[in-house]
């Protein structure tokens, strides 16, 4: 069984016990988050488009992603400009689809 969920404005395939990374979310470590925000369910070749399904998970870790350089010039001007990002990322397990 899987489902196609929203979370915080992505949409993620996801089954029971998967960990996945997504945009940072309020909480700590350990604690329960619910996602009610369900899109499409599939159990045993059944696709249903209901909103009565949740997806309950735990927040394992808050970390950063891998760095992204940004570099922008503009030829023969002299202008060169560098700048560095790191997404806030927090790592979640998906505990039980209801």
């Known amino acids: ?4 969920v929203t979370i915080a404005g992505q949409q993620f395939k996801v089954k029971q016990n998967d960990e996945l990374f997504v945009h940072r979310l309020a909480g700590n470590a350990g604690d ?3 996602f009610s925000d369900v899109l499409m369910a599939s159990a045993d070749g059944n696709i249903t488009f209901s ?3 949740k997806v309950t998970a735990e927040i394992i870790d808050h970390l950063q992603g891998d760095k992204v350089i940004v570099f922008k010039k503009k030829r023969r ?3 060169m400009k560098k700048n560095g990002h ?3 990322l927090t790592k979640i397990k998906i505990n039980e689809i209801a």
């Not at 069984?1 to 196609?4: D, E, H, P, S």
């Open 1 to 4: 069984m899987f489902v196609i």
């Open 32 to 34: 329960k988050v619910e």
């Open 51 to 53: 909103k009565t399904a």
């Open 77 to 79: 001007k002299g202008y």
């Open 86 to 88: 790191r997404q806030a």
